[in-house]
């Protein structure tokens, strides 16, 4: 980006670098008195925002870089005699200039981080989901859904320290119009404070204690997360029946959770421990003497270069709320990945093999789409960047009851995402 000098001082006199009037000599010879830019140009030499050539002219006409117009707002960031407005305008140029501000050495962070007190982002998402179920060879049933979710995450600055965040879905399923299949729900809020060495949450979001194979959906209460490379995690609260999917779940869990996770490198691994009380109302069903159930997972994920990696991840229970004791209290999943696909970039995509034991009494409410709880089986899958900030997501299961192998299930999912 070029601009010249006059244009530059237009920007500077917005900023308060001449917002009064004064009496001060004229440092430069190629600047008239009755030029438009003459107080501009000499209140900006006299707090020191501009120097001029060493042959005492301005040359206003002259083009200049970003990088002299950073060094010009790095000059006028320095001034603490400013109203509310112009540091408002200050912080806006900081964040335009930001790279070069750092390469002169200059903080922009918290400035950048203030311009803007309040960022929305969010996402629409079409889904289509089509099932087959089969026993001992037979199509017995099949179901094809069509689901639209609009989601708004908002997020906005508290203090130095503190920020709130939410989560607000309005979601419909697309084969009727009428209203009682729709529903606006505020999935997540809670309030964030980051410090230098560990996070604070307080209240409804989700767990990062192994998210993906036991549950990834929120919980209320409050966690707290230290480290860096190696990060520990601890959090407590409440999650609902709804959420964990149970439907001998008589009331609402209470919920306690720890985790350990190490970043190497190229291998990253983790560990957790969590415990739910969930509050089983009974029946045939439940084998368990104890509603108390605790849930042990590890998992690990090996990076081969920049495109390949393979994950696998492993979790173990105390009870089982079905027939056999060795069906449902433990899960396992492995997933060999290539690339991905990323919003920001088009063209970008990925694609996945993955194998998946999902006993429902372990893999509560886990994040896979294609194989479903209770199930084991292969899952492929593959996502493309077509235009940028739109996901296309393709996954297909070839699932297997664990109970009785002779109940199967075809599931194929599609995804499309508008990210904004």
């Avoid at 009870?319 to 396992?332: G, I, L, N, S």
Wanted: include cysteine; hydrophobic fraction near 40%; charged fraction near 25%.
């Amino acid at each position: 980006m070029k601009k010249t000098l006059v244009s530059a001082l237009t920007t500077a006199l917005v900023v308060g670098a001449a917002s009064t009037t004064f009496a001060a000599a004229n440092p430069f010879s190629d600047v008239p008195a009755d030029h438009w830019a003459y107080d501009a140009v000499t209140q900006l030499a006299a707090d020191g925002v501009i120097e001029g050539y060493g042959d005492t002219t301005f040359q206003g006409d002259k083009s200049i870089t970003r990088y002299e117009m950073a060094q010009m707002v790095a000059k006028a960031m320095a001034k603490t005699d400013v109203s509310a407005a112009d540091k408002a305008m200050i912080d806006k140029l900081a964040a335009e200039f930001a790279d070069e501000l750092n390469n002169l050495g200059v903080r922009v962070s918290n400035l950048e981080k203030h311009a803007d007190m309040v960022k929305w982002n969010g996402k629409v998402e079409y889904t289509y989901t089509s099932v087959r179920h089969k026993y001992d060879g037979k199509e017995y049933s099949r179901a094809n859904d069509d689901h639209l979710l609009f989601r708004l995450e908002p997020t906005a600055e508290v203090n130095d320290h503190w920020d709130v965040h939410a989560r607000l879905d309005a979601a419909t399923d697309m084969d009727t119009d009428e209203g009682h299949n729709s529903n606006v729900e505020l999935k997540r809020a809670w309030a964030q404070g980051n410090y230098k060495n560990f996070t604070v949450k307080l209240g409804k979001f989700a767990s990062e204690v192994n998210n993906t194979i036991v549950f990834d959906d929120p919980f209320s209460g409050f966690g707290v997360t230290f480290g860096n490379a190696l990060k520990a995690t601890a959090e407590a609260g409440r999650v609902s029946s709804d959420t964990l999917d149970l439907p001998r779940m008589g009331k609402t869990s209470s919920y306690q959770g720890l985790g350990l996770a190490y970043d190497f490198g190229k291998l990253s691994t983790k560990a957790g421990f969590q415990h739910f009380d969930w509050n089983v109302d009974g029946g045939i069903y439940v084998n368990s003497d104890s509603d108390d159930v605790n849930i042990w997972s590890v998992g690990a994920n090996y990076a081969f270069d920049k495109n390949v990696a393979f994950n696998a991840e492993y979790a173990k229970g105390n009870a089982d709320r079905v027939y056999r004791e060795d069906a449902q209290d433990k899960a396992y999943v492995f997933e060999l990945n290539y690339k991905g696909a990323e919003a920001a970039n088009k063209g970008t995509w990925g694609a996945w093999l993955g194998y998946r034991y999902l006993g429902n009494c372990v893999a509560l409410d886990a994040t896979y789409d294609a194989i479903t709880g209770g199930y084991k089986g292969w899952e492929v899958g593959a996502n493309y960047t077509p235009f940028k900030n739109i996901v296309t997501t393709l996954r297909y299961g070839d699932n297997k009851a664990l109970i009785d192998n002779d109940f199967k299930m075809k599931k194929l999912f599609g995804r499309v995402e508008f990210f904004f």
